[in-house]
T-cell receptor
Framework: EAQVTQNPRYLITVTGKKLTVTCSQNMNHEYMSWYRQDPGLGLRQIYYSMNVEVTDKGDVPEGYKVSRKEKRNFPLILESPSPNQTSLYFC???????????FGPGTRLTVT | AQTVTQSQPEMSVQEAETVTLSCTYDTSESDYYLFWYKQPPSRQMILVIRQEAYKQQNATENRFSVNFQKAAKSFSLKISDSQLGDAAMYFCARLGGFRGTYKYIFGTGTRLKVLA
């Protein structure tokens, strides 16, 4: 089944404890993105990748890191999480610039 | 700043009726793409419809159609014969307008309630 998977789905952590949210797609898509969704703010793009080893900042990259060493994986790293990074996070992939984005199921992160 | 504006935080429609969700956007580019995404209570994001800015013809997908007014930078979504399953958050989004990048800008969403 074609899909985007994210792990974990739910995470509660403490301020400053490094964490990684994994994202993997099995559709051989070149484009991948990370978003955060907050009430009243919609989805905001954190980082995107247009191919392996090619990443760039979205609108809200501060406090996040990403890597794209393999085509299928695009992990999101929070080196020192803070409470303002409490949010719902989505990973998405797409076969091309104008192709449909396929979204993962979301990761609910709470930083205390 | 490049923005996408959805001015209706919440809308309601009777089952089988028609509803229109509004979206306006800001860009100085001529080449970009516009989307409507649906997010039901399951939180899954689902593409509803897509419009290429260079195409003058409005996109249509079954009961969903758009009214794309390029000069006015307006991209509204019309849902005909509304069904209970249409109840969801709807997000308007713009891609492009930045050459060589893959920047998506989403609106803040409109929550659609469908009344039986």
């Amino acid at each position: 089944e074609a899909q985007v998977t994210q792990n974990p789905r739910y995470l509660i952590t403490v301020t400053g404890k490094k964490l990684t949210v994994t994202c993997s797609q099995n559709m051989n898509h070149e484009y991948m993105s990370w978003y955060r969704q907050d009430p009243g703010l919609g989805l905001r793009q954190i980082y995107y990748s247009m191919n392996v080893e090619v990443t760039d900042k979205g609108d809200v990259p501060e406090g996040y890191k990403v890597s794209r060493k393999e085509k299928r994986n695009f992990p999101l790293i929070l080196e020192s999480p803070s409470p303002n990074q409490t949010s719902l996070y989505f990973c998405a992939s797409s076969p091309g610039t104008i192709g449909e984005q396929y979204f993962g199921p979301g990761t609910r992160l709470t930083v205390t | 700043a490049q923005t996408v504006t959805q001015s209706q935080p919440e809308m309601s429609v009777q089952e089988a009726e028609t509803v229109t969700l509004s979206c306006t956007y800001d860009t100085s580019e001529s080449d970009y793409y516009l989307f409507w995404y649906k997010q039901p209570p399951s939180r899954q994001m689902i593409l509803v419809i897509r419009q290429e800015a260079y195409k003058q013809q409005n996109a249509t997908e079954n009961r969903f159609s758009v009214n794309f007014q390029k000069a006015a930078k307006s991209f509204s979504l019309k849902i005909s014969d509304s069904q209970l399953g249409d109840a969801a958050m709807y997000f308007c989004a713009r891609l492009g307008g930045f050459r060589g990048t893959y920047k998506y800008i989403f609106g803040t969403g409109t929550r659609l309630k469908v009344l039986a």
